[in-house]
């Protein structure tokens, strides 16, 4: 079945640090991926759409300088966390969904998620 | 605005006794609905999906959903629940314009032995 790669699983690092986080798709092509972030026992919040080779489309109230994505093949994005502070620290979490022409119907499949700890 | 409710928070089973978790939905259109699971300090799992056809789906380890449009509901169920299916788990429909998934507030179940 389709996996989507999320690496790393864990990141702890300094204040100011910027942190990148990858997501592949292993065996399918994605023109578009999904970027969340999921605060403790909550939801997810959807933080852009990364779409192949153009510009990621942000949602209200995220910092697109701050959270840098860049989607350069249709297997691989990636979220660039710039000057990581402690209120960045959170669970991140990428998705996928085969854009092959008459796949349309199916599912979104997610990486296992990078929890961020940012000291 | 399209969007999906959750209105329980935490489920409790008991091992061997069916379970549901209930989702309704709000939508223009015909609705793409979602299932997913999410263990701790995971990402999510695809269940089951409902696209069109039979209102009952069948998805993985034995769960199933029922799509009925009247009620505009999409329940979660199991005949006979396990303790490991004790997880965190999400309705969803798809924003077939953008593609998007619209989350609902996700339920807790706790299967207990």
């Known amino acids: 079945g389709a996996v989507v790669s999320q690496h790393p699983s864990r990141v702890i690092c300094k204040s100011g640090t910027s942190v990148k986080i990858e997501c592949r798709s292993l065996?399918?092509?994605?023109?578009?991926m999904f970027w969340y972030r999921q605060f403790p026992k909550k939801s997810l919040m959807l933080m852009a759409t990364?779409?192949?080779?153009?510009?990621?489309?942000?949602e209200q109230g995220v910092e697109k300088d701050k959270f840098l994505i860049n989607h350069a093949s249709l297997t691989l994005s990636t979220l660039t966390v710039t000057s990581a502070h402690p209120e960045d620290s959170s669970f991140y979490i990428c998705?996928?969904?085969?854009?092959?022409?008459?796949?349309?119907?199916?599912?979104?499949?997610f990486g296992d998620g990078t929890r961020l700890s940012i000291l | 605005a399209q969007s999906v409710a959750q209105p329980e928070d935490q489920v409790n089973v008991a091992e061997g006794n069916p379970l549901t978790v209930k989702c309704t939905y709000s939508?223009?259109?015909?609705?793409?609905l979602f299932w997913y699971v999410q263990y701790p300090n995971r990402g999510l799992q695809f269940l089951l999906k409902?696209?069109?056809?039979?209102?009952l789906v069948k998805g993985s380890y034995g769960f199933e959903a029922e799509f009925n449009k009247s009620q505009t509901s999409f329940h979660l169920k199991k005949p006979s629940a396990l303790v490991s299916d004790s997880a965190l788990y999400f309705c969803?429909?798809?924003?077939?314009?953008?593609?998007?998934?619209?989350f609902g507030t996700g339920t807790r179940l706790q299967v207990f032995p």
């Open positions: 998705s996928a969904r085969d854009g092959t022409t008459g796949r349309e119907n199916q599912p979104q499949h």
């Open positions: 065996d399918f092509q994605a023109t578009t």
């Open positions: 990364s779409n192949e080779g153009s510009k990621a489309t942000y």
């Open positions: 939508v223009s259109g015909n609705p793409y």
């Open positions: 409902y696209i069109t056809g039979d209102n």
């Open positions: 969803a429909v798809r924003d077939k314009g953008t593609d998007k998934l619209i």
